[in-house]
């Protein structure tokens, strides 16, 4: 279990394989442990980096909800990536990593070969919708350190987000689960208050500017971000859209074998 201090903040993470370098980034309520069985087989042609996020699993979980902001967390990652990887790497996040990944991809683009976002979105561009964003994380945050983890557990995997995730198997809906109550009522709380959707910049101006190969990942029945990425690849200069059939949200749990094809096939051309 390699640990590295980043800042001031001791990260977890793991390293498998041999290659060119290839960063995963979990979403909120993760883990490394999220992409084990995708880590495991791109390993054989890379060499990946799959980190417990600030707030999650075995990484610190600072008191400072500002420590959480996407800057923050995206200067930790440049720095872990340097510490423990050769720059630039190919970049690959889920929903909240997705986020993640683009916003280091545009504050340090030298550490990003190519970007793969699931599910993913640049932000907010409305003023006001940002407001109710942050007001909503901030109930949700002070919901989380109220209740605990069990009970917030129960409440997340019930959001019509995720209704998609009741079709998958017991062994595999048992160990999300599980994997979930592994994170700590502080952690996810300032995660929400640091790097929510809403707390973040809106980075929707920046991605006609934004000139590296990208992959847009979405499910077809999540229609809402399957619309947020027709929208990016209309802006984004190089970017190719994959609406991936019968999955919701969390594609590489729902549609593992077409995700995998998906990101093996872009990751070849770049």
């Known amino acids: 279990m390699p640990f590295a201090v980043i800042r001031g903040v001791q990260y977890h993470y793991e390293l498998a394989g041999s290659g060119p370098p290839l960063v995963l980034l979990h979403g909120f309520t993760g883990s490394a442990a999220n992409w084990q069985v995708h880590a495991e087989a791109l390993a054989s042609q890379y060499r990946v980096l799959t980190v417990d996020l600030l707030g999650h699993g075995q990484t610190d979980a600072p008191e400072d909800p500002p420590r959480y902001a996407m800057s923050a967390a995206a200067a930790d990652l440049a720095e872990l990536i340097d510490h423990v990887a050769e720059p ?11 986020r993640l990944a683009l916003y280091l991809a545009v504050q340090f683009p030298q550490k990003c070969r190519s970007l793969i976002m699931e599910s993913g979105s640049p932000g907010l561009t409305d003023e006001a919708a940002r407001r109710e964003r942050i007001q909503q994380d901030d109930a949700l945050a002070d919901r989380i350190e109220q209740e605990g983890i069990e009970r917030f557990v129960d409440y997340w995997e019930n959001i019509p987000l995720f209704t998609t995730q009741k079709r998958l198997g017991a062994t595999v809906r048992v160990d999300l689960r599980a994997q979930r109550l592994r994170n700590r009522p502080l952690g996810l709380a300032n995660s929400l208050r640091g790097m929510g959707t809403g707390a973040q910049p809106s980075l929707w101006p920046i991605l006609p500017q934004l000139h590296k190969p990208i992959l847009l990942l979405a499910g077809a029945l ?25 999955a919701g949200h969390t594609v590489h749990l729902e549609a593992p074998a077409a995700f995998q094809t998906h990101v093996l096939d872009f990751l070849s051309r770049h």
Do not use: E, W
């Open 88 to 98: 630039p790497a190919h970049l690959l996040g889920y929903s909240m990593g997705a």
């Open 222 to 246: 999540d229609t809402k971000f399957v619309g947020i990425a027709r929208q990016m690849d209309n802006l984004l200069p190089d970017a190719r859209l994959v609406v991936v059939p019968d």
